[in-house]
């Protein structure tokens, strides 16, 4: 099973995906950050958007790396 797992976070040429791993890592953090407030609190803690838009960023700017060398190499 955890083989499958790392499949997520590797591209098509079986690299790791810079985007993917750290938009995970972030997530993850994220997850564990509002589970942790919100026991302190009592409160739901509400998902900041810019997390989202960083996350996609991280993913768009893999995507352009990898558009880039695929042009360069034809």
């Not at 499958?4 to 810079?18: A, H, M, Y």
């Not at 938009?23 to 950050?33: I, Q, S």
């Not at 996350?55 to 190499?73: D, T, V």
């Amino acid at each position: 099973m955890a083989g499958k797992i790392s499949e997520i976070f590797k591209e098509k040429d079986g690299k790791l995906s810079f985007g993917r791993t750290i938009g995970a890592t972030l997530t993850f953090f994220y997850l564990g950050w509002a589970t942790y407030l919100t026991w302190k609190t009592g409160q739901i803690v509400d998902i900041p958007s810019n997390l989202m838009y960083l996350i996609g960023m991280l993913y768009g700017a893999n995507k352009l790396r990898e558009a880039f060398n695929a042009r360069s190499k034809s």
